[in-house]
């Protein structure tokens, strides 16, 4: 089972933080004093430094293997069928995941593997050639932190969605597997997707210690989209290991005036204030994350996880009822803490706690489903049926 994959990539430099996510902004009044000589320093290419670079490109080959496995282009859904079958499934590509390294469409056809933004780069260029819309979406799912070195990476996550008819759209996912939850999902351009594609690049360099490539890959993300937070985090964290302090400071507070949930921007201003010898700021900025996190569901789900995994179960009972009771639409906190009554002996109440989670299932206005098949179709119809108020979501094949 492949994990949740790495795309959106930010780092946080040698700070342990809790789990973070959510939609609320920190509260914390940091403006940032436009320095337009400054950014023009940050900014200063005046093109594309990579076209050579094109994740949603196809070589002959791909359509060489097009051409041969799909002869059935009546309707879309013939086509997303086919391409399903020809993406995911043994005997054909059989793609498998790798996070180590962003792929390019045509580096993931021949290496027949990939993270999610490779595989669905992929996917989106393969339907355009067959005529099948096909779009990327972000999708703001519980966040997965990683270790790598010196850094923490946290990885967020993208799948692709397209159009069949007026009333139906699919959606592709490499790991439908990923635990259920309600999800904000955002339709993201080509240029936007580009952009993302080359902060990736610019995480792996960072990562592999290669500095003056991961400026020069993040600096092309925000030449193509300068409004992109994340990438300004991952540019502050590479001009900070650079030891380039003006710029990695007005990067981070850059990062945060552009996205007022980015909390990875604001730990690492802790991180820069504090090695600044300023600890004044740091201590109110931490302060800021302190009642970010307090007010943050996922931070009292992640503390019973943890709790629950020590064995303390009336702590975890109590971080995971906190949870609920900040973010009650959640399915997973009630699964949590119907495990937890398990443990402590209290099969009333644990009963209780899945029928709430059940319950939440089917009246939350859209879910995000596990399923084996990596495309699902939503029929739009189904919002009208009061049998449900969310997406009916079912697999192909039709």
Not at 31 to 56: K, M, R, T, V, Y
Not at 242 to 259: E, I
Not at 294 to 317: C, K
Request: charged fraction near 20%.
């Amino acid at each position: 089972m492949c994990k949740q994959c790495p795309l959106m990539r930010t780092t946080v430099l040698l700070v342990l933080v809790a789990l973070l996510s959510g939609c609320s902004a920190i509260r914390l009044e940091l403006p940032l004093a436009s320095d337009n000589a400054l950014e023009a320093q940050i900014l200063s290419q005046q093109g594309d430094a990579f076209p050579q670079l094109d994740p949603l490109a196809l070589n002959q080959d791909i359509i060489d293997y097009l051409d041969t496995h799909v002869t059935d282009r009546s309707s879309d859904y013939r086509i997303v069928d086919r391409l399903q079958q020809l993406l995911f499934t043994e005997g054909y590509l059989n793609l498998q995941y790798d996070d180590q390294r962003t792929r390019t469409a045509v580096q993931t056809f021949a290496d027949r593997q990939g993270n999610c933004l490779s595989v669905v780069s992929l996917y989106i260029a393969m339907a355009r050639h067959l005529g099948v819309n096909a779009q990327y979406q972000t999708v703001r799912v519980r966040p997965s932190w990683d270790r790598r070195g010196e850094h923490l990476v946290l990885s967020q996550h993208i799948n692709a969605i397209g159009r069949l008819d007026q009333n139906t759209q699919y959606v592709v996912d490499f790991t439908p597997e990923i635990t259920l939850q309600q999800l904000t999902a955002s339709r993201v351009t080509d240029a936007q997707g580009r952009a993302l594609y080359f902060n990736n690049l610019g995480v792996e360099a960072l990562i592999a210690n290669e500095l003056d490539l991961a400026v020069a890959y993040f600096r092309n993300a925000l030449w193509i989209d300068p409004e992109q937070s994340i990438v300004w985090n991952n540019l502050g964290s590479t001009y900070n290991r650079q030891g380039h302090r003006d710029f990695a400071g007005y990067a981070y507070r850059k990062a945060f005036s552009l996205d007022r949930t980015n909390a990875t921007a604001i730990n690492n201003l802790v991180k820069f204030h504090t090695a600044e010898g300023d600890l004044e700021t740091a201590q109110r900025y931490a302060r800021a994350i302190e009642r970010f996190n307090e007010s943050n569901p996922y931070f009292h789900y992640n503390l019973g996880n943890e709790a629950y995994a020590q064995g303390d179960f009336e702590l975890a009972r109590t971080h995971y009822e906190r949870a609920i009771r900040r973010k009650d639409g959640e399915p997973d906190f009630y699964l949590a803490l119907s495990k937890t009554w398990e443990m402590l002996g209290d099969m009333e109440q644990s009963a209780t706690q899945l029928a709430l989670a059940r319950v939440t299932v089917l009246t939350a206005n859209q879910l995000y489903l596990p399923s084996r098949d990596k495309v699902r179709v939503l029929d739009e119809r189904s919002i009208l049926r009061s049998s449900s108020a969310g997406f009916s979501v079912r697999a192909t094949p039709r």
